[in-house]
């Protein structure tokens, strides 16, 4: 349990508190349908309808929706009808309540909490006639930040510094909804967060950075500290709600700024969380290709500052990195868009970082001594990427390989691995930290790691299986082309089921496996990055396989030397 040294209190109004109640019991009734699909084992992914937007709601409309989807969820599992209808009926009760005092009555009944008196885990719920107050029990440095406090008490339900973990209590996931309410008021996560470090100069040399809107992170992947270990928890929409072109629908998109800082809290400092911002958007520009000139003069005041606002709410909650797609502009104008968005985000600059994503499958404008050209080989486009990103003040590049094609081509089939480590050293020898996603899975891991990428991203793989009837299988799906050809079904486990085998495929297939180095950084060691003996080379002397040594020599000079990004800088934070 959390030592106690000191409280942090909240006040919240009759509004605030209805609505705080009446989201967790539509969340209630939402869970009752994912049990009762995972008891029957139909937990097939299947677009159902568009990506959910967040919407700003009063107590009586949110209690309409309360009571829709209890009818909704009745219907489906008449075996449940009875606490569905409690759910409903404690709902609208809620939503007529007219003092606090009533309100937490009510909200007592709604999730069990237990008498309004101070429990052991310090929680403590009162209320008056107006007002609805929450207590939680703080570490001497967060007395009086609630959202510090909270934070502190998920990580110590976690089982982080060594703690053994529990399960939280009734009373405490109360208090973890009021802190998503505090920050969907607006209060800002003022608590240490890590940050991605420097290549060479951290414990874990590539990063798996793992995909989702948000809602996930919060409920599956923050709770385990094992599946936190060498992950990048990343915060994007990965869904093209079935639409391949991504000219119309880019393949990621800008989350919810509320989700992210909910996955910033529950993550805390164990590992680096990061969010996808999206490529610019251009008023003047309705064809595909780059805007032209005169286009990018009349739009970059508006879209610079609309990327720099966005990177800026994300970095204020302790977002370790935001990436933007540079797309649909000329090589000159992607260097102004950079340098602009780079000045006017606010961020802690030796922490907080700036990634430029190009996609190999892009076409990409440039002019030079021969004039305007078009460069369309892959190779090409992720070296130029790197001119482009050193140029434009970004700290970071990111290599995609999405495509119109759903699934996408695994990246690591998409150049040779020769081209792949060249890219990666050159833009370590430019003061660049690197990124590669599209289409990979475990099996793709060594590959990547073996190359010295800083970090592989993964999301739909990981997550999504077909329907199990097969003519209904999507193509925001991910399954193997055979498999939708042949109509054979695929199924996929429940989501904890599938974390933990998810961890333990990782582990025995080498994924997480990257290099460290003694304390005078001299010689490298590779290892199995969850602590296992195998390594990839001599197991008594952690010498790399001949094949993969121009990558660890390569690697060691560039830790031996000074980043060319800001000779007068020292590294970035050496992360967790």
């Known amino acids: ?84 209808d409690r759910i409903a009926t404690l709902a609208r009760d809620l939503a007529h309540a007219r003092t606090a005092l009533d309100a ?14 101070p429990r052991s885990d310090g929680v403590h719920f009162s209320a008056d006639r107006l007002s609805v107050y929450v207590t939680v029990p703080a570490a001497r440095a967060a007395a009086g930040d609630y959202l510090a406090s909270i934070s502190e008490l998920f990580a110590d339900a976690r089982g982080d510094g060594g703690r053994p973990r529990r399960a939280m209590t009734a009373s405490e996931h109360a208090a973890l909804d009021v802190a998503d309410w505090r920050l969907r008021s607006g209060a800002p996560l003022r608590t240490p967060f890590a940050c991605l470090g420097t290549s060479g100069f951290r414990a874990v040399q590539t990063w798996l950075s793992l995909a989702d809107p948000g809602p996930d992170h919060a409920r599956i992947t923050a709770w385990d500290r094992q599946l936190l270990r060498g992950l ?32 910033r809290l529950r993550v805390g400092g164990a590992t680096p969380c990061t969010a996808f911002i999206g490529r610019p958007v251009f008023e003047n520009h309705a064809r595909a290709g780059a805007v032209s000139d005169e286009g990018f003069v009349l739009d970059i005041l508006k879209t610079v500052h609309l990327h720099a606002s966005a990177c800026t709410a994300m970095f204020v909650n302790g977002i370790a990195d935001c990436k933007i797609a540079i797309e649909r502009m000329t090589g000159a104008s992607a260097v102004r868009f950079m340098r602009a968005v780079s000045g006017n985000a606010l961020r802690d600059r030796d922490r907080q970082t700036l990634s430029a994503a190009f996609n190999l499958n892009t076409p990409f404008e440039i002019e030079d001594a021969s ?39 695994p990246f690591v089939e998409q150049l040779t691995h020769a081209q792949l480590v060249d890219l ?50 999507t193509s925001s799906s991910r399954c ?44 490298p060691r590779w290892h199995a990055g969850a602590g296992a003996s195998r390594s990839c080379g001599s197991p008594a002397t952690g010498t790399p396989p001949s094949w993969a040594r121009r990558s660890s020599e390569m690697t060691q000079w560039r830790c031996v030397s000074s980043s060319p990004r800001r000779p007068d800088a020292s590294p970035r934070g050496a992360g967790p």
Not at 381 to 409: C, H, M, Q, T, Y
Not at 439 to 459: K, P, Q, S
Not at 483 to 502: D, E, L, Q
Request: with cysteine; glycine share 8%.
């Open 424 to 473: 990666v050293h050159q833009a370590h020898e430019n003061g660049l930290e690197t990124y590669i996603s599209a289409g990979m899975v475990a099996e793709h891991m060594r590959n990547a790691v073996l190359a010295g990428v800083d970090g592989v991203g993964i999301g739909t793989s990981m997550r999504h299986a077909c329907s199990r009837d097969s003519t209904r299988c």
């Open 104 to 117: 937490l009555r009510i909200y007592h009944d709604l999730v069990h909490l237990p008498d309004a008196s």
């Open 1 to 84: 349990m959390l030592v106690e040294t000191a409280r942090s209190t909240v006040t919240l109004s009759l509004g605030e508190f209805q609505l705080i109640a009446l989201n967790r019991a539509l969340r209630g009734l939402l869970a009752i349908g994912r049990q009762a699909e995972v008891v029957a084992g139909d937990v097939r992914f299947e677009k159902r309808e568009l990506s959910p937007l967040l919407t700003s709601l009063g107590p009586r409309e949110l209690a309409d929706q309360v009571a829709l989807a209890a009818r909704t969820t009745a219907a489906g599992h008449p075996s449940r009808a009875a606490e569905i």
């Open 480 to 523: 193997s082309k055979a498999r939708r050809r042949s109509g054979r079904r695929c199924t996929s486990p429940s989501a904890p089921a599938t974390s933990r085998r998810r961890r333990d495929a990782w582990a025995s297939s080498g994924a997480w496996i990257g290099w460290t180095r003694s304390p005078s950084r001299t010689a």
């Open 371 to 409: 004039g305007r050209r078009t460069v369309t080989d892959r190779y090409e486009v992720g070296r130029l990427g790197i001119e482009l990103a050193r140029a434009g003040g970004f700290e970071k590049i990111a290599w995609d390989g999405a495509s119109n094609e759903v699934p996408s081509r």
């Open 232 to 263: 990048v928890v990343h915060v994007e929409y990965i869904d093209r709600d079935m639409v391949a072109d991504k000219e119309k629908v880019e393949p990621y998109r800008l989350p919810a700024a509320w989700h992210a800082a909910r996955t």
